[in-house]
């Protein structure tokens, strides 16, 4: 009987994330189609703000895509932040040719500041327009990208909108650990709750991607009040709503592509960075634990265990035929939102079908850095602590 009842909260474990994924995934896609709207958007100027340290890799092709934009009126600022590289040479190379790019130099970087809000509120005071569309060095944009997220805000009415970009991955730790990012959003963030309220608990975003209205950023405190955080994407949302201002997200899987790490160290390093900002904290840690284990992991390992003493036994009847039908469906259920997610945001087929043991290993890396974070050891990240 207690195996019986294990096996039944394991289905409700798997059951849950994968319907509030189905449900999810609906009011994730991108709202406007409009032409009208559309239209008035191309008509809003904005400013494109690019903290870069160390892109010499990634920064002219994304430079290269925002010039080709079809956007009426915007500008493109990027500020160096100290790179240690080629990006000033790169940029301003990109900058001669295409007016449009301005190259700035970082004011340096003052005590209890993280390095990259502080290279994003030093380009909201340079910034022209009310429109402010942070962006990572390594995303590229689609022509009509800038009109189509302008188009999203003032759909959304939100002050502050986040897209979630194509995540390109090429080893297989980026195809097992990337798409994780869409799992834990999409499978526990109630959407239609988080339209609906300005409660710091369902703040979310990506950081690769944030259009803010300037106004609500500055009343927010915009990056000053995130300036010691690693995690923009969590952080800069609660900021908002905090001071009583909504905050969205939408699928940018068509308009933005990026890609973040290259190797298993960098996505292990990325992943442990603001862990502890995130699911790695004492609060969260335990529960998340479980409803990930409990939901993805445990019913696979659980499945086989029971299917060959069910073989050993010859007992196909009764409880055990129960408890595997059960756990089969546990099984299914917990794969089902990896499926979707590989079909709708183009991810690794191999990361779907490995998913228990990316979760297993995402989990691993939450309790990693959670004991890091008592033991008082840092990431480093782009040579900083």
């Given at each position: 009987m207690i195996f019986l009842l294990t096996c039944i909260l394991i289905s409700v474990?798997?059951?849950?994330?994968?319907?509030?994924?189905?449900?999810?995934?609906?009011?994730?896609?991108?709202?406007?189609?409009?032409?009208?709207?559309?239209?008035?958007?191309?008509?809003?100027?904005?400013?494109?703000?690019?903290?870069?340290?160390?892109?010499?890799?990634?920064?002219?092709?994304?430079?290269?895509?925002?010039?080709?934009?079809?956007?009426?009126?915007?500008?493109?600022?990027?500020?160096?932040?100290?790179?240690?590289?080629?990006?000033?040479?790169?940029?301003?190379?990109?900058?001669?040719?295409?007016?449009?790019?301005?190259?700035?130099?970082?004011?340096?970087?003052?005590?209890?500041?993280?390095?990259?809000?502080?290279?994003c509120w030093q380009l909201a005071q340079l910034a022209k327009y009310d429109r402010l569309l942070f962006l990572d060095a390594d995303v590229r944009l689609s022509k009509d990208?800038?009109?189509?997220?302008?188009?999203?805000?003032?759909?959304?009415?939100?002050?502050?909108?986040?897209?979630?970009?194509?995540?390109?991955?090429?080893?297989?730790?980026?195809?097992?650990?990337?798409?994780?990012?869409?799992?834990?959003?999409?499978?526990?963030?109630?959407?239609?709750?988080?339209r609906h309220s300005t409660e710091v608990g369902f703040a979310a975003g990506c950081g690769q991607l944030f259009l803010a209205m300037k106004p609500q950023y500055m009343q927010a405190g915009g990056h000053r009040a995130i300036a010691a955080s690693r995690h923009d994407g969590i952080k800069l949302p609660r900021a908002f709503r905090q001071a009583g201002f909504k905050t969205?997200?939408?699928?940018?899987?068509?308009?933005?592509?990026?890609?973040?790490?290259?190797?298993?160290r960098q996505v292990q390093q990325g992943l442990l960075k603001n862990a502890t900002e995130g699911i790695a904290n004492p609060k969260l840690i335990v529960p998340?634990?479980?409803?990930?284990?409990?939901?993805?992991?445990?019913?696979?390992?659980?499945?086989?265990?029971?299917t060959?003493?069910?073989?050993?036994?010859?007992?196909?009847?009764?409880?055990?035929?129960?408890?595997?039908i059960l756990l089969a469906l546990a099984t299914v259920l917990g794969w089902i939102p990896r499926f979707l997610a590989q079909r709708t945001f183009r991810q690794s087929l191999l990361g779907a079908l490995a998913h228990p043991a990316s979760v297993l290993w995402f989990v691993v890396l939450q309790w990693r850095a959670l004991l890091r974070s008592l033991l008082r050891i840092k990431t480093p990240w782009r040579g900083r602590l």
């Open positions: 474990l798997a059951l849950l994330p994968a319907a509030m994924f189905i449900k999810n995934l609906r009011d994730f896609q991108p709202a406007c189609n409009d032409p009208e709207m559309l239209q008035r958007a191309s008509q809003i100027p904005l400013s494109v703000l690019i903290p870069a340290r160390n892109e010499e890799l990634s920064i002219a092709a994304a430079l290269e895509a925002l010039v080709a934009s079809t956007h009426r009126e915007f500008e493109i600022l990027v500020l160096d932040d100290a790179s240690e590289d080629n990006t000033i040479s790169i940029v301003a190379g990109k900058s001669a040719q295409f007016p449009l790019i301005q190259l700035h130099r970082s004011a340096g970087l003052a005590e209890g500041w993280n390095g990259k809000q502080n290279a990208a800038l009109t189509r997220i302008v188009a999203e805000q003032e759909l959304r009415q939100a002050p502050l909108v986040s897209g979630f970009p194509l995540q390109e991955t090429g080893t297989i730790a980026e195809k097992m650990l990337i798409p994780m990012m869409h799992y834990i959003l999409l499978g526990f963030l109630p959407i239609d709750r988080m969205d997200i939408f699928d940018a899987t068509d308009v933005a592509k990026c890609r973040m790490y290259t190797s298993l998340f634990t479980v409803l990930l284990l409990g939901g993805s992991v445990v019913p696979v390992c659980l499945l086989a265990w029971q060959l003493s069910c073989w050993r036994n010859e007992a196909w009847s009764g409880l055990p035929l129960v408890s595997l």
